[in-house]
């Protein structure tokens, strides 16, 4: 048997006050005087005897009381780990789950906090010359730090949520990798509180076979929760005045329909109610607003739900940049007469036209759309410049030079798995044009009229080896236009000439204007409007010229933090890394050095924990391939008593305490029922 407390065993000593209050105490007679005292003797004699018998059961009875109350203090237990392994101080690392999922409720009482107040007990059971690891989803540099029992405690204390998540094997691997950097040959112990989501689900990890480990569940009694999923828009360019559809997928994680869950939106501050809606049990509905945007430029919107008690994932925040004008860069080999007098009839077109000699590869990301009109040679400097714009979003319309093309051309359009074959002078009439595809959908009120379509007197049949669309066609069905999907962006490739001599499209600006405005806004790079905290550390961001030739740091801001990001630029793009900075879901704007806004981008909790579903101990076990031991979660257990049953085996302090009582409550009925005479 040993002690958690064996000072207390000093205690002991105070088994004297009863022995001399016993020795000192002497009853004083008084005499009194009989004429006769010989009948007196016998009945003397015997009443001694009887009192000396009761004072010494008193005696003892007080003795076992003291001595047992001091026992109780020591709490004595019988170790399962022997004397030696039992004695020496313990090394002990508790993981406290502050994810989101730790809001739900466990009797009108959010999980987080039973959480805390279990780490409490299991450090309080253990003794003052243990040493504590505390962590959370959040692996700083705290997490790391070796504790004595105040500072755990506070440490305890000072756990808020986090929007992180940690997987299981995650957990154990920091949980070793703790254990191996820590000092001396301590025994090391285990403990992981947590509500244990289907999602923390892990591929097969190893628990290390030396660590003692333990799992205590602690779950919501309210398992049923409807989220937010996500949200984005139909098209991933957004131009002013014209209509968008926006979508919103909503999700039921509970086993039971969900009726009238009312669902808004806030735009420029004012919430706006879009209606009630019907969930089925485990389901998913895409609800779908049309929107129409008056004004240019970033702007940002929110997306509310009615649910409870779980409500991380009742809002989704977008943020978003409506265009007003495209900029167009229409690059040619001399200075001669370009295109505007075609773009006159197009106030959201901004076209720059500027001779190959005068070209700044610097700034070829600043434009929506590249015009390469009839270019003699394609420098490899060009051609390495157009590449990279393409990969990264931007979107190229190729024109040929007429009659014969040059070698470094041809290279070009190879390296994109694309020749142009067989310059033809006969005279071809466009006859299709498909009102399907992006750069024509939407531009005719009624796609089955007649309307004039642009012929050609000197073309190139265009030949392709990769994946194309037809945006228009000739009468014979060979493509007079074709759209190919290049990285991030999307490249034109038109089969004649554009000056009027050989062409006549310049001529119908009603077909051509609208076919360069949608090339302009067709990027296939998917325009983030949200990103996830704990996930998207690493973003990009698109810059006006003006921005980037700032000195000077780019910083975020809401109403509530500020912060500087780490930065650079890459190829006309801010890239920013906010590791870890952004903690609240909500919209930032991206300040420039100058303290005026040029982006804003939106952060939301993670999804992934909005499913309630829990891990079954049986699939705990499994995980941890029976090296851990499950504590089942009672309100009314004492968790401080099964951790120390667990570490130390069988504790006696309330046996003893029992005694105690007994020993006392034996004096008592001594003393009222032992009558001397």
């Given at each position: 048997?040993?002690?958690?407390?064996?000072?207390?065993?000093?205690?002991?000593?105070?088994?004297?006050?009863?022995?001399i209050?016993?020795l000192?105490?002497?009853?004083?007679?008084?005499?009194?005087?009989?004429?006769?005292?010989?009948?007196?003797?016998?009945?003397?004699?015997?009443?001694?005897?009887?009192?000396r018998?009761?004072?010494?059961?008193?005696?003892?009875?007080?003795?076992?009381?003291?001595?047992?109350?001091?026992?109780?203090?020591?709490?004595?237990?019988?170790?399962?780990?022997?004397?030696?392994?039992?004695?020496?101080?313990?090394?002990?690392?508790?993981?406290?789950?502050?994810?989101?999922?730790?809001?739900?409720?466990?009797?009108?009482?959010?999980?987080?906090?039973?959480?805390?107040?279990?780490?409490?007990?299991?450090?309080?059971?253990?003794?003052?010359?243990?040493?504590?690891?505390?962590?959370?989803?959040?692996?700083?540099?705290?997490?790391?730090?070796?504790?004595?029992?105040?500072?755990?405690?506070?440490?305890?204390?000072?756990?808020?949520y986090?929007?992180?998540?940690?997987?299981l094997?995650?957990?154990?691997?920091f949980?070793?990798?703790?254990?191996?950097?820590?000092?001396?040959?301590?025994?090391?112990?285990?403990?992981?509180?947590?509500?244990?989501?289907?999602?923390?689900?892990?591929?097969?990890?190893?628990?290390?076979?030396?660590?003692?480990?333990?799992?205590?569940?602690?779950?919501?009694?309210?398992?049923?929760?409807?989220?937010?999923?996500?949200?984005?828009f139909?098209?991933?360019?957004?131009?002013?005045?014209?209509?968008?559809?926006?979508?919103?997928?909503?999700?039921?994680?509970?086993?039971?329909?969900?009726?009238?869950?009312?669902?808004?939106?806030?735009?420029?501050?004012?919430?706006?109610?879009?209606?009630?809606?019907?969930?089925?049990?485990?389901?998913?509905?895409?609800?779908?607003?049309?929107?129409?945007?008056?004004?240019?430029?970033?702007?940002?919107?929110?997306?509310?739900?009615?649910?409870?008690?779980?409500?991380?994932?009742?809002?989704?925040?977008?943020?978003?940049?409506?265009?007003?004008?495209?900029?167009?860069?229409?690059?040619?080999?001399?200075?001669?007469?370009?295109?505007?007098?075609?773009?006159?009839?197009?106030?959201?077109?901004?076209?720059?036209?500027?001779?190959?000699?005068?070209?700044?590869?610097?700034?070829?990301?600043?434009?929506?759309?590249?015009?390469?009109?009839?270019?003699?040679?394609?420098?490899?400097?060009?051609?390495?410049?157009?590449?990279?714009?393409?990969?990264?979003?931007?979107?190229?319309?190729?024109?040929?030079?007429?009659?014969?093309?040059?070698?470094?051309?041809?290279?070009?359009?190879?390296?994109?798995?694309?020749?142009?074959?067989?310059?033809?002078?006969?005279?071809?009439?466009?006859?299709?044009?498909?009102?399907?595809?992006?750069?024509?959908?939407?531009?005719?009120?009624?796609?089955?009229?007649?309307?004039?379509l642009?012929?050609?007197?000197?073309?190139?049949?265009?030949?392709?080896?990769?994946?194309?669309?037809?945006?228009?066609?000739?009468?014979?069905?060979?493509?007079?236009?074709?759209?190919f999907?290049?990285?991030?962006?999307?490249?034109?490739?038109?089969?004649?000439p554009l000056?009027?001599d050989?062409?006549?499209?310049?001529?119908?600006?009603?077909?051509?204007?609208?076919?360069?405005?949608?090339?302009?806004?067709?990027?296939?790079?998917?325009?983030?409007?949200?990103?996830?905290?704990?996930?998207?550390?690493?973003?990009?961001?698109?810059?006006?010229?003006?921005?980037?030739?700032?000195?000077?740091?780019?910083?975020?801001?809401?109403?509530?933090?500020?912060?500087i990001?780490?930065?650079?630029?890459?190829?006309?793009?801010?890239?920013?890394?906010?590791?870890?900075?952004?903690?609240?879901?909500?919209?930032?704007?991206?300040m420039?050095?100058?303290?005026r806004?040029?982006?804003?981008?939106a952060?939301?909790?993670?999804?992934?924990?909005?499913?309630?579903?829990?891990?079954?101990?049986?699939?705990?076990?499994?995980?941890?391939?029976?090296?851990?031991?499950?504590?089942?979660?009672n309100?009314?257990?004492?968790?401080?008593?099964?951790?120390?049953?667990?570490?130390?085996?069988?504790?006696?302090?309330?046996?003893?305490?029992?005694?105690?009582?007994?020993?006392?409550?034996?004096?008592?009925?001594v003393?009222?029922?032992?009558?001397?005479?």
């Amino acid at each position: 048997m040993q002690f958690l407390h064996p000072l207390f065993l000093f205690a002991t000593a105070a088994v004297l006050v009863p022995v001399i209050i016993h020795l000192f105490y002497f009853r004083r007679y008084k005499k009194v005087y009989f004429t006769n005292v010989s009948f007196l003797k016998e009945l003397k004699e015997e009443t001694s005897v009887r009192s000396r018998l009761r004072n010494l059961l008193v005696l003892l009875l007080r003795c076992l009381a003291v001595i047992a109350m001091v026992m109780a203090f020591a709490q004595p237990f019988i170790s399962k780990k022997g004397g030696a392994a039992a004695e020496q101080p313990k090394f002990v690392s508790i993981f406290v789950d502050n994810s989101l999922s730790m809001t739900a409720l466990n009797e009108e009482v959010d999980l987080l906090e039973r959480s805390k107040e279990t780490a409490r007990s299991i450090v309080r059971a253990f003794r003052k010359d243990d040493q504590f690891n505390i962590f959370t989803n959040q692996l700083d540099y705290r997490s790391r730090s070796l504790l004595d029992r105040e500072a755990a405690l506070s440490l305890i204390d000072d756990i808020e949520y986090e929007p992180l998540v940690l997987k299981l094997n995650e957990i154990i691997n920091f949980q070793n990798e703790i254990f191996t950097k820590s000092k001396g040959a301590r025994e090391q112990i285990s403990y992981l509180i947590s509500d244990f989501q289907e999602g923390m689900y892990s591929e097969s990890f190893e628990p290390d076979s030396l660590t003692s480990t333990y799992l205590i569940p602690i779950r919501s009694s309210i398992p049923a929760n409807v989220g937010i999923d996500s949200v984005w828009f139909e098209r991933p360019v957004l131009i002013q005045n014209q209509n968008s559809k926006l979508f919103v997928a909503l999700t039921n994680h509970s086993d039971s329909p969900v009726e009238n869950t009312r669902l808004s939106f806030t735009e420029f501050g004012e919430n706006k109610p879009l209606g009630q809606i019907d969930i089925p049990a485990k389901g998913t509905i895409v609800d779908t607003i049309s929107m129409s945007f008056e004004t240019s430029g970033y702007q940002n919107l929110s997306i509310q739900i009615s649910d409870y008690p779980v409500q991380f994932d009742d809002t989704f925040y977008v943020s978003f940049n409506v265009e007003r004008t495209f900029k167009v860069l229409h690059v040619i080999d001399k200075n001669k007469l370009g295109l505007e007098r075609s773009f006159k009839s197009s106030s959201q077109l901004e076209l720059n036209s500027v001779g190959l000699s005068q070209l700044d590869y610097a700034k070829i990301n600043e434009y929506d759309l590249i015009v390469v009109d009839e270019l003699i040679e394609m420098s490899s400097g060009l051609q390495s410049t157009l590449d990279a714009y393409l990969e990264e979003g931007g979107n190229l319309f190729f024109i040929p030079k007429p009659d014969l093309l040059s070698q470094s051309t041809i290279s070009f359009l190879a390296a994109y798995q694309i020749r142009l074959n067989g310059w033809d002078t006969s005279k071809r009439e466009v006859g299709r044009v498909n009102t399907e595809s992006y750069i024509f959908s939407d531009v005719f009120e009624n796609a089955s009229a007649n309307f004039y379509l642009p012929g050609t007197s000197g073309s190139y049949t265009i030949i392709a080896e990769r994946a194309n669309e037809s945006v228009m066609r000739y009468r014979n069905g060979m493509d007079y236009l074709s759209a190919f999907e290049v990285g991030q962006g999307n490249l034109f490739v038109l089969s004649a000439p554009l000056r009027t001599d050989f062409n006549s499209l310049t001529d119908n600006p009603s077909i051509f204007v609208p076919m360069v405005y949608k090339m302009a806004s067709s990027s296939n790079e998917h325009r983030e409007t949200a990103y996830t905290i704990g996930t998207d550390d690493l973003i990009k961001i698109r810059l006006d010229a003006e921005a980037i030739d700032l000195d000077g740091v780019f910083a975020l801001a809401n109403d509530n933090t500020e912060f500087i990001p780490a930065q650079q630029f890459s190829s006309g793009q801010l890239e920013l890394n906010v590791y870890g900075q952004v903690k609240q879901a909500g919209t930032y704007k991206l300040m420039d050095p100058l303290e005026r806004k040029v982006a804003e981008v939106a952060y939301n909790y993670d999804r992934s924990e909005s499913n309630l579903d829990y891990l079954t101990d049986t699939e705990l076990e499994a995980q941890f391939k029976g090296k851990a031991s499950i504590i089942t979660y009672n309100l009314k257990a004492d968790i401080t008593d099964l951790v120390q049953k667990n570490e130390n085996g069988l504790r006696l302090w309330t046996l003893f305490l029992v005694l105690t009582l007994l020993f006392l409550l034996g004096e008592s009925l001594v003393l009222r029922f032992w009558k001397i005479n």
